[in-house]
């Protein structure tokens, strides 16, 4: 019971961040697309570093 007690407080704690719990659905999504835009930048450099090494 202690370690659900301390699981649930530890859930509830991470979730202080969003406005409410449906809130935290809209951070994940945010977050997802941080990460997406992300690896789209380093694919587009890495093509690019590519292109540039071929022409040499």
Known sequence: MIALAAILAVAFAGMQGC??????GTDIRRGGEAIENSANEVEFH???????????
Do not use: H
Request: proline share 0%; glycine share 12%.
């Open 19 to 24: 406005n409410t719990f449906r809130g935290a």
């Open 46 to 56: 890495a093509i690019e570093a590519g292109e540039i090494l071929a022409s040499l």
